[in-house]
C-alpha cells in the first residue's frame, strides 16, 4: 500500500516529460516522434545508408569489407532525436529506452534470422563510472519485444576507445582496431549487434569481427540512428 502510493507520488511530483523537446505527458512525445526523420529503402546493402535508387552499395562502402553482414538503423541522427540519445547517455531513463526500442524491433528485417541479441558494450571501467551501459536500455527491450535472448556479456569491450564521433573518418577504423573479444557463447549463432549510433560503421565492423574470431555464424547490426 505505502509502495502504491509513493509511485504515485512520484509520479506526480516527476510526471513524465519528452526526451526530444520536454514536453510534460511522455517520455517520447507525438510530435516528436513526427519531426523523425526515419530511414526508408533504398538503403546501401552494407552499411544501411540511404541512397537515391535502388543499388547495391553506397559509394562509402565500395571495395569496403565489413565483418558484419548488413547494418541498419531506424532512423537519422539529428534534432530531437540526438537529443533523446544523450538523454539515454546521461540518465537511466529505462522508460525512454523501451519507446526506442519499439521503433528498432519494428525496422529489425526479419530475413536476417537472428537468435541472440548483444549491445555494444563500454569497457569495464567506463561501465562502472556511469553505473550502465546505455546501449543496454535499448538493447534489452529491444530483445525481449522480437523474443530472442540477450547475451550482454558475450561481447567486451577491453580497452576504452574515444567517442567515435569526435574523430575524423580514418582515425575511426584505428580507434576500435581490436578493442572487443567476444566469448564462446556465440559460436555457430547468427548475431544481432545493437548500438544507439552507427557513424562510419568501424564500431559495429570492431564489434563484428571479434564476434566472428569467436566463432559467431554470422553478425547484424541495428542501430536507433545514423549519422548521414
Ligand atoms: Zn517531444
Ligand atoms: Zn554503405
Given at each position: 500500500?505505502?509502495?502504491?502510493?509513493?509511485?504515485a507520488?512520484?509520479g506526480?511530483?516527476?510526471?513524465a516529460?519528452?526526451?526530444?523537446?520536454?514536453?510534460?505527458?511522455?517520455?517520447?512525445?507525438?510530435?516528436?516522434?513526427a519531426q523523425?526523420?526515419?530511414?526508408?529503402?533504398?538503403v546501401c546493402?552494407h552499411?544501411?545508408?540511404?541512397?537515391?535508387?535502388?543499388q547495391a552499395?553506397?559509394?562509402?562502402?565500395q571495395?569496403?569489407?565489413f565483418?558484419?553482414?548488413?547494418?541498419?538503423?531506424?532512423?537519422?541522427?539529428?534534432?530531437?532525436?540526438?537529443?533523446?540519445?544523450l538523454?539515454?547517455?546521461?540518465?537511466?531513463?529505462?522508460?525512454?529506452?523501451?519507446?526506442?526500442?519499439?521503433?528498432?524491433?519494428?525496422?529489425?528485417?526479419?530475413r536476417?534470422g537472428?537468435?541472440?541479441?548483444?549491445?555494444?558494450?563500454?569497457s569495464?571501467?567506463?561501465?562502472a563510472?556511469r553505473?550502465?551501459?546505455?546501449?543496454?536500455?535499448?538493447?534489452?527491450?529491444?530483445?525481449?519485444?522480437?523474443?530472442?535472448?540477450?547475451?550482454?556479456?558475450a561481447?567486451?569491450?577491453?580497452?576504452d576507445?574515444?567517442?567515435?564521433?569526435?574523430?575524423?573518418?580514418?582515425?575511426?577504423?584505428a580507434?576500435?582496431?581490436?578493442?572487443?573479444?567476444?566469448?564462446?557463447a556465440v559460436?555457430?549463432?547468427?548475431?544481432?549487434?545493437?548500438?544507439?549510433?552507427?557513424?562510419s560503421?568501424?564500431?559495429a565492423?570492431a564489434?563484428?569481427?571479434?564476434?566472428r574470431?569467436?566463432g559467431a555464424?554470422?553478425?547484424?547490426?541495428?542501430?536507433?540512428?545514423?549519422t548521414?
Amino acid at each position: 500500500m505505502f509502495n502504491r502510493i509513493g509511485a504515485a507520488a512520484v509520479g506526480w511530483l516527476f510526471p513524465a516529460r519528452c526526451a526530444g523537446c520536454g514536453a510534460l505527458g511522455s517520455v517520447w512525445c507525438a510530435e516528436c516522434a513526427a519531426q523523425t526523420h526515419v530511414l526508408q529503402e533504398p538503403v546501401c546493402g552494407h552499411c544501411g545508408y540511404p541512397l537515391p535508387e535502388p543499388q547495391a552499395e553506397c559509394p562509402a562502402c565500395q571495395g569496403r569489407y565489413f565483418a558484419f553482414t548488413q547494418a541498419r538503423a531506424w532512423s537519422s541522427y539529428g534534432g530531437v532525436l540526438r537529443r533523446a540519445i544523450l538523454k539515454l547517455k546521461h540518465k537511466r531513463n529505462k522508460d525512454l529506452g523501451a519507446v526506442l526500442s519499439a521503433y528498432m524491433a519494428a525496422a529489425l528485417p526479419p530475413r536476417w534470422g537472428v537468435e541472440l541479441v548483444i549491445p555494444v558494450p563500454l569497457s569495464v571501467r567506463r561501465q562502472a563510472q556511469r553505473g550502465y551501459n546505455p546501449v543496454e536500455l535499448l538493447a534489452a527491450p529491444l530483445a525481449l519485444q522480437v523474443g530472442l535472448p540477450l547475451a550482454a556479456g558475450a561481447l567486451q569491450r577491453q580497452r576504452d576507445t574515444l567517442p567515435q564521433m569526435d574523430l575524423q573518418l580514418e582515425q575511426r577504423w584505428a580507434n576500435v582496431h581490436g578493442a572487443f573479444a567476444g566469448d564462446a557463447a556465440v559460436a555457430g549463432r547468427r548475431v544481432l549487434l545493437v548500438d544507439d549510433i552507427i557513424t562510419s560503421g568501424a564500431t559495429a565492423h570492431a564489434a563484428a569481427r571479434a564476434l566472428r574470431a569467436a566463432g559467431a555464424n554470422s553478425v547484424y547490426v541495428l542501430a536507433l540512428a545514423r549519422t548521414l
